[in-house]
């Protein structure tokens, strides 16, 4: 699964993150698989069924991706790739009408081998309301403003395998902490999240 139908992401999307209990303002979801890291939601009266009657908005997103989206607010935060990884993007969707409300390129240049089953933008973002941090492997880890201001990038390496890589970031208190996972030096970065360093 490599690649996903744009369309298809936008449904998933507007059903997942957007069913009848969007007005009520249900809690964030800053981080992969959610906001205790194991998937769970609290949220009752989700849609268990896929129907017309709890979509209430599609549209067509940029590149190829497999990163699950974060919410913040009404802010959704997703990462793609164009040209068959040559250019890595992240952006943020507007939870309640699917409006992209910005999108950065983080890198271009040339992309790393990747595994068919993987991608180049597998890794999802990660947000404490403050930052929003996407990797890339090869391509870098970056930071941003929730309104798309960039704010610093690292180059944390070659990421040598032929898997790619998908490890999301995570945030502890003013860490980004990243698994570098690679066949040849992998390693763990923590990284001030304000300046990168």
């Known amino acids: 699964m490599r690649q996903f139908h744009p369309m298809f992401a936008t449904i998933l999307l507007a059903n997942l993150l957007l069913g009848p209990s969007a007005t009520r303002g249900e809690s964030n979801w800053p981080q992969w698989r959610g906001p205790h890291q194991d998937g769970h939601s609290s949220e009752t009266d989700l849609p268990v069924k896929w129907s017309p009657e709890n979509v209430l908005w599609k549209m067509q997103l940029p590149g190829i991706g497999q990163s699950s989206p974060i919410i913040w607010g009404d802010r959704i935060f997703l990462t793609s790739a164009l040209e068959n990884g040559k250019q890595r993007l992240v952006f943020c969707v ?35 309301g403050e930052i929003v941090v996407a990797f890339f492997g090869v391509a870098g880890i970056h930071a941003y ?43 763990l970065v923590a990284l001030d999240k304000k300046t990168g360093q």
């Open 94 to 128: 507007d939870r309640k009408t699917g409006k992209i409300l910005w999108q950065q390129t983080a890198w271009k240049g040339q992309p790393e081998k990747s595994h068919v089953m993987n991608g180049w933008a597998s890794a999802s973002c990660v947000t404490d």
């Open 145 to 187: 403003t929730l309104d798309g201001k960039p704010l610093w990038s690292r180059d944390l390496g070659k990421f040598e395998g032929p898997w790619g890589t998908a490890a999301c970031p995570i945030i502890v208190d003013n860490l980004v902490i990243q698994n570098c996972d690679a066949d040849t030096d992998a390693c």
